[in-house]
């Protein structure tokens, strides 16, 4: 099965953007459904996007739509994770996540935005 590598958190300010990566190791990635969740301090994991092998197919959370962008380069092993008009309540853990037969999960990437 593959293994997740989260890349690009950091800190930003209200209403600017960050792209996360992750990049897949293994074979077949084109088949995993991928997918990012995230978790605030003190609360739960939540979904925030996922897509489906092909890239043609896409879900978000309702509060991420219109906002955040997922997308896949299956040539390059590697899901991204477009974030604008980021607000506070988006700082959190974010977790890249690939399913085929089981789940796989990244060790996150933190995205911390301040007001």
């Known amino acids: 099965q593959v293994q997740l590598v989260e890349s690009g958190g950091g800190l930003v300010q209200a209403g600017g953007s960050l792209r996360l990566s992750c990049a897949a190791s293994?074979?077949?990635?084109?088949?995993?459904?991928m997918g990012w969740f995230r978790q605030a301090p003190g609360k739960g994991r939540e979904f925030v996007a996922a897509i489906n092998g092909k890239g043609d197919s896409t879900d978000y959370a309702d509060s991420m739509k219109g906002r955040f962008t997922i997308s896949r380069d299956n040539a390059k092993n590697t899901v991204y994770l477009q974030m604008n008009s980021l607000k506070p309540e988006d700082t959190a853990v974010y977790y890249c996540?690939?399913?085929?037969?089981?789940?796989?999960w990244g060790q996150g990437t933190q995205v911390t935005v301040s007001s």
């Open positions: 996540h690939a399913r085929l037969y089981s789940d796989v």
């Open positions: 293994g074979r077949h990635f084109s088949n995993y459904v």
